[in-house]
């Protein structure tokens, strides 16, 4: 059986300034989960970070079959309008990554 494998993961890490379990830091989780909604975005998830060595308290995956999808995203009005509206406000800290396939033929 053939899978078809998705050509970029987009990752970012975050810490709030909101406290951990406040009413204001699951408004924000609740808001990024509409993120999946957006064209294009596949296997979207939120995580909460279990490792005490990194700062950072969570993380946000997900995946576009091309490059095309993942930058039509990036410019999507409801990207846009929660970057302006609630991440530049409520983001303390943050590492962004994305990931394009090395190779296809193995998994």
């Keep these: 059986m053939t899978t078809t494998m998705c050509e970029i993961e987009h990752t970012v890490t975050f810490r709030l300034i909101h406290d951990l379990g406040s009413p204001k830091e699951a408004e924000f ?33 997900m995946q576009f079959q091309t490059n095309g999808e993942y930058l039509a995203y990036c410019q999507h009005p409801a990207h846009v309008n929660f970057v302006q509206q609630r991440w530049l406000s409520e983001v303390a800290d943050f590492q962004e990554a994305d990931f394009e396939r090395l190779t296809t033929d193995s998994e």
Excluded: W
């Design 29 to 61: 989780l609740k808001a990024a989960s509409e993120l999946a909604a957006i064209p294009g975005v596949q296997h979207f998830r939120i995580r909460r970070q279990t490792n005490s060595k990194n700062p950072h308290t969570y993380g946000i995956a």
